[in-house]
């Protein structure tokens, strides 16, 4: 699942879930904050790479989400 949207970028590391939904603990260190249209209940806490972009430093708007 992938979008021709320009600002679009590929993010990977580990698919953690919290309280108040998913979590992308990304390989460069960071965290992001997931939105998601559909629930990757199958990835979490497996290697991910999430294509989407990045809004307000910390939350990431994912169009796709894959087993890396």
Do not use: N
Request: no cysteine; hydrophobic share 35%.
């Amino acid at each position: 699942m992938g979008t021709d949207d320009p600002d679009d970028r590929e993010y990977s590391g580990l698919l953690q879930r919290d309280a108040a939904g998913f979590l992308l603990q990304s390989e460069d260190g960071r965290r992001y904050r997931l939105e998601l249209l559909r629930t990757p209940i199958d990835e979490v806490e497996k290697r991910v790479v999430v294509t989407g972009r990045v809004r307000d430093g910390r939350v990431l708007e994912a169009d796709g989400v894959r087993l890396a």
